[in-house]
């Protein structure tokens, strides 16, 4: 299997669940991303890593907590969400370095009930 | 700091038509440039980039953009629209110091009218 790949493709949990979801990447790279993409709102980075190691998290409330454990895996684990955290949680991966191309997975469609 | 504007959320045109979405940017170091696109129900995929070079851009599914650095504009264009080519159209920016960290547009919809 080659590109990103995200699991599940669908989600639905309630707010007292806890769920992850998992981003895998074949291509080599060493910088990885989380994005929320809802409707009529603009893509939002929500967390790098770069070598496994956490290099940005845009304010992102802590019932999301990523995992990185290598380059190849990310982990967005979910805990206590609310219905407005409903979106399309994207994955993407780069090669560190300005001018890169981020891959993005086909995303997680999650819905909070 | 960096920044881009997309000054199209929408775009309706009808197939076979030429399009145009413009993208404007603002950046405080040398940048680079992307176009990407997404179809519903995926993820986004690169259509063309800019790093150096010539100003004009060809990418995929004969799309094409120039990079205009007095005007800090990349605009994207294709002279003639097929059906398949309705999507959400990004534009990102990057520097030197993201390592790969893009800036994203808000996204233009094209639309395509048979």
């Known amino acids: 299997e080659t590109g990103v790949t995200q699991t599940p493709r669908h989600l639905v949990m309630g707010m007292t669940n806890k769920k992850s979801l998992k981003c895998e990447q074949h291509l080599g790279h060493n910088a990885m991303y989380w994005y929320k993409q809802s409707a009529k709102k603009p893509l939002e980075l929500m967390f790098v890593?770069?070598?496994?190691?956490?290099?940005e998290n845009n304010s992102v409330p802590s019932r999301f907590s990523p995992e990185c454990p290598n380059s190849s895996h990310l982990f967005l684990h979910l805990h206590t969400l609310q219905p407005e955290d409903s979106a399309l949680y994207l994955c993407?991966?780069?090669?560190?370095?300005?001018?890169?191309?981020?891959?993005f997975g086909p995303g997680t469609r999650l819905l909070v009930l | 700091a960096q920044s881009v504007t997309q000054l199209d959320s929408q775009v309706p045109v009808f197939e076979e038509a030429p399009v145009e979405l413009r993208c404007n940017y603002s950046s405080s170091v040398s940048v680079y440039l992307f176009w990407y696109v997404q179809y519903p129900n995926q993820g986004l995929q690169l259509l063309l980039k800019y790093l150096s070079g010539s100003t004009l851009v060809k990418g995929i599914n004969g799309f094409e953009a120039e990079f205009n650095k007095s005007q800090t504009s990349f605009h994207l264009r294709k002279p003639s629209v097929h059906i398949s080519d309705t999507a959400e159209y990004f534009c990102a920016v990057s520097g030197d110091t993201n390592a790969g960290k893009s800036t994203f547009g808000d996204g233009t919809t094209l639309t395509v009218k048979p």
């Open positions: 993407a991966s780069s090669r560190r370095g300005g001018g890169e191309t981020q891959y």
């Open positions: 890593y770069n070598f496994k190691e956490q290099t």
